[in-house]
C-alpha cells in the first residue's frame, strides 16, 4: 500500500499509487483513520462525499473498516442534477445508497433534493444543515475540467458567499458524465445541478481527493503546476493545510 511517489505542491500532499485498488485502500485506511481520530475527541462526525465512479474503491475499501461507529457519523453529499426522474440510477444520491449511505448505519444522511419546487430554496435549506453540522472531512474527486463538485471554471468563485448554489453546468462537465458511463449521450445528461461551493468544501478540517484514471492525467497537471485560480477550480485544494490528493499511475502521466 505504500506509494510510489510522495511530494506536496504548496500545501497539498500528493501520493501516487501503483494501481487504481491500491490507491483506494490507501486513501480509504487515511480516511478511516481519520473518523477514528475524531470520533476519539466529538461526539458526531460530519463528512461529505463526492458520488463518482472515480470514487468506487474508496468507497469500497472505506465500507469494509473495522472500528468505525457509524452510529456516530452524518453524511452528505456536495451535488446533485435538477429535474433528473427521482428513479433515475443515474442521480448522485442513489449512487451513494449503492456505494456507502446503504451499507452502514449512520446517525443521519442528509440529501440534496434535486426535484425541489424551488431549487434557490433548496439550496437555503442544505447550507443551514451545513451551517448547524460543521464539516469534519470531505471525501472528493477532480473532473476533467479540474472541478471540485459541480464548481465548473464558469462558476467557480474562492471567495464565494454562499455554500450551495444552483449552477449550470459547462460542456466539458456534462461530457464526462458520458465518458464515466453514466449517461448514453451528452443530451441526456441535465444542464443544471445543485453544488456545494468551493468555500464550503474547503471549511473541512480534512478533504481527502481522490482521482484516478487516464482522463484526469490533464485535470491533476494544471492541479498541481497551474497558477492557484478559479481557471482551475482544483487548484484550490493547494491552499487548504489539511488536503491530500490520492492518484494512481494512469492520472499521475503528466507529472513526470
Known amino acids: 500500500m505504500l506509494p510510489i511517489q510522495q511530494f506536496t505542491a504548496d500545501q497539498l500532499h500528493v501520493s501516487v499509487h501503483a494501481t487504481r485498488d491500491l490507491m483506494g485502500l490507501a486513501a480509504a485506511t ?32 472505506l465500507s469494509a473498516s473495522a472500528g468505525i461507529d457509524w452510529s456516530k457519523v452524518n453524511a452528505f453529499h456536495m451535488d446533485e442534477y435538477v429535474g433528473l426522474n427521482e428513479n433515475a440510477p443515474q442521480r448522485f444520491g442513489h449512487f451513494l445508497d449503492q456505494a456507502i449511505f446503504g451499507k452502514l448505519p449512520f446517525h443521519e444522511v ?19 444543515l451545513l451551517e448547524a453540522n460543521p464539516v469534519d472531512i470531505v471525501c472528493m474527486g477532480i473532473g476533467e475540467n479540474t472541478h471540485i463538485a459541480f464548481n465548473d471554471p ?35 445528461v ?16 480534512s478533504i481527502f481527493c481522490v482521482v484516478p484514471g487516464p482522463n484526469k492525467a490533464v485535470a491533476v497537471g494544471h492541479t498541481i503546476k497551474a497558477d492557484i485560480s478559479a481557471v482551475y477550480p482544483s487548484t484550490a485544494l493547494r491552499l487548504h493545510e489539511n488536503a491530500r490528493l490520492y492518484l494512481d499511475g494512469e492520472s499521475a502521466a503528466k507529472l513526470t
Request: aromatic share 8%; charged share 20%.
Open 30 to 61: 487515511a480516511v478511516a483513520a481519520e473518523i477514528r481520530r475524531m470520533l476519539g475527541t466529538k461526539p458526531f462526525v460530519n463528512i461529505i462525499f463526492a458520488a463518482a465512479p472515480s470514487q468506487n474503491e474508496m468507497l469500497l475499501h
Open 110 to 128: 442528509h440529501y440534496i433534493n434535486g426535484n425541489a419546487p424551488n431549487p434557490e430554496t433548496e439550496c437555503l435549506r442544505y447550507a443551514a
Open 154 to 188: 464558469h462558476v467557480a468563485d474562492f471567495s464565494d458567499p454562499f455554500w450551495v448554489k444552483l449552477v449550470e453546468l459547462d460542456e466539458v462537465s456534462r461530457m464526462q458524465q458520458v465518458h464515466d458511463g453514466c449517461f448514453a449521450s451528452i443530451d441526456d
Open 190 to 205: 441535465p444542464r443544471m445541478a445543485i453544488t456545494l461551493t468551493v468555500p464550503a468544501l474547503m471549511r473541512a478540517a
